[in-house]
């Protein structure tokens, strides 16, 4: 199983897309927990998660993130801004698991 954490400002705006993306993993097939949270909270999900990703809107905070989890194998990228306000499940799930290497 992969767990994906969204972050955003507050984890509002990604909840209605971990839904989607929760739709797109299960017609696929695919065990995955994939969960949204605020920049503030993320810190303390760092140890739980394979790959972040960041709400456009928090795109200033991918190379913080990317000192302190790419050293740990886990990659963090910026969610496309048109997948994102499409709230594309699909595509925001294939984006991070093309990060995974799956």
């Known amino acids: 199983m992969k767990t994906i954490m969204l972050v955003c400002s507050a984890g509002m705006s990604t909840s209605l897309l971990v839904t989607k993306m929760e739709k797109a993993a299960e017609s696929r097939n ?4 994939i969960f949204a949270v605020s920049e503030a909270e993320a810190p303390d999900n760092i140890d739980k998660i394979d790959v ?14 990317k000192k ?3 050293p740990l194998g886990k990659p963090v990228a910026v969610i496309n801004s048109i ?6 499940g699909e595509k925001v799930l294939e984006q991070a698991l093309t ?3 799956e």
């Open 52 to 65: 972040l990703l960041l709400g456009p809107q928090v795109r200033f905070l991918e190379s913080k993130f």
């Open 83 to 88: 997948d994102y306000g499409m709230m594309n």
């Open 99 to 101: 990060l995974l290497g």
């Open 30 to 33: 695919l065990e995955a927990k």
């Open 68 to 70: 302190k989890l790419e």
